[in-house]
């Protein structure tokens, strides 16, 4: 996160309360795992009966979402990426084979939730962690993937946020951020 955002997330935390703010972190948290399993498991095809999760905190979002997934053809999801000259790892939720205007792009996928609609300026750190997701997997691979989806299940509404976008517009930021992360990690 930059700084700015961490100021905001922090200014937030004391205008509600530090209990209600850790209160709705861990209750997104659970959904947002819970959601996690759940696509992974429909994307390897071994999700089973649906009416098994009904349960699931992330059950509706599923649901919600299931359409979008739908369209894509899924080449590996919940893959391990490191770097250990970066020190950073992360895992990156899907890659698929997704068309656009009749040409199959390799894409990197971040499922998101959230409680309310996000406007588009409020998701460049997700878009920050999909690139660096991209390089990480160039790094290790040699497979260089450009566009980026990012897929976010609304909770207060049955409603999908859909953003594209292509690593090269994030690529210098991200860089930056890796950077400064091994220079504060390095004194450590």
């Not at 300026?121 to 990480?136: F, G, H, N, P, V």
Request: charged share 30%; proline share 2%; net charge neutral.
């Amino acid at each position: 996160k930059s700084e700015a955002d961490k100021a905001s997330l922090e200014r937030w935390r004391e205008r509600i309360g530090h209990d209600a703010a850790d209160a709705i972190l861990q209750e997104s948290l659970k959904i947002g795992n819970s959601l996690d399993e759940m696509l992974e498991k429909y994307l390897n095809k071994e999700l089973g009966n649906i009416l098994d999760y009904k349960e699931e905190p992330g059950a509706k979002l599923f649901l919600q979402i299931r359409s979008h997934i739908d369209k894509l053809d899924p080449v590996g999801t919940q893959i391990h990426l490191y770097d250990d000259e970066w020190k950073i790892q992360g895992f990156l939720d899907c890659i698929a084979i997704v068309k656009n205007k009749d040409v199959y792009q390799l894409t990197m996928i971040d499922f998101k939730n959230s409680l309310k609609k996000k406007d588009p300026s409020y998701i460049k750190d997700y878009y920050l962690q999909a690139t660096i997701y991209c390089l990480l997997l160039y790094r290790m691979t040699g497979i260089l993937i450009n566009d980026i989806k990012i897929m976010i299940a609304v909770r207060d509404g049955f409603t999908v946020q859909i953003f594209n976008s292509k690593i090269k517009e994030h690529m210098n930021e991200a860089i930056e951020r890796i950077n400064v992360y091994r220079l504060i990690h390095a004194s450590k």
